[in-house]
Each structure stands twice: as structure tokens, then as C-alpha cells.
């Protein structure tokens, strides 16, 4: 089973070196996909800073956020989502949702810690850490 993972990883890397045909291809999505730059991430996530700095405490309401901004084209973008979990919280539930959302995570955090095993099975213990906390990160970058 080994073997054959190792096989499909140098596979896939002789693909992308090869630079055309297939690996041209890989290497076009790469570009697009594997990146944290994104013109449209990035407007919509300007546009919800807009949009919290209109509605500050209490924002537009659940589910009420439009983000409006001018893409690099010059065309009109609009967007219902900030690909953001914290920024649209942000801009749906102003500062309240963001306090709310901070004890959450806090009380989430405490559970956690709570829950440490003290024998030597700390394992299953730190793997569910670890989700708690990829998932954490996930919010910010993407919908979760």
C-alpha cells in the first residue's frame, strides 16, 4: 500500500515537471487554486469591512450581509458570503456576534483543556486538539 502511494507521489510530481501537456495543466490549476492570492476573496472580505464599519455594533442582520465591489475587470462583483467565517459573523452580528462568538471559542478552549487525559493515552486527546484547531484556522480562510 505504501509502495503504491510513493508511486502516485512521483507520478504526479514527474507530471507537474514536465511543464506541458498534463503537467501544464496541473501547473495552470496550481497557480489558480493553490494560492492565497485571490481578487475575489480579497474584495469580498473589503466589502465586509465596509459593511462592518457601516453597521459596527449589531451589523445587517443574519444572513441580510450583500458585499458590492468592482473586480479587477471593472465588473460589478456581488457576493453573499466573505469566505471568512469571523468576518462575516462580523459583518452579520456586528460587535455583539463577535463577543458572543469569542466566548464560544474561550468556553470551547476550556472544555478541551479540561478534558486532558492524565495517563499516557494523551493521543486521541491531542488529535481532537488538533481538529478543534484546524477547524479554528479553516473559519478564517474559507466556509466551514
Known sequence: MALAGAAVVVGLAGLIALGGGVGG?????????????????????????RVVAGHPLTGTGPGQTRLRWEGPDGAARFY?????????????????GLVLLAVLLAALARLLWRSRPTGSARGPWAGVVAAAVAFAVHGGLDFV
Open 25 to 49: 495543466a496541473f501547473g495552470a490549476v496550481g497557480e489558480q487554486r493553490i494560492s492565497l492570492a485571490s481578487p475575489d476573496r480579497t474584495g469580498a472580505l473589503r466589502a465586509a469591512w
Open 80 to 96: 453573499a458570503y466573505v469566505h471568512n467565517e469571523y468576518a462575516q459573523v462580523a459583518a452579520d452580528l456586528g460587535l455583539v
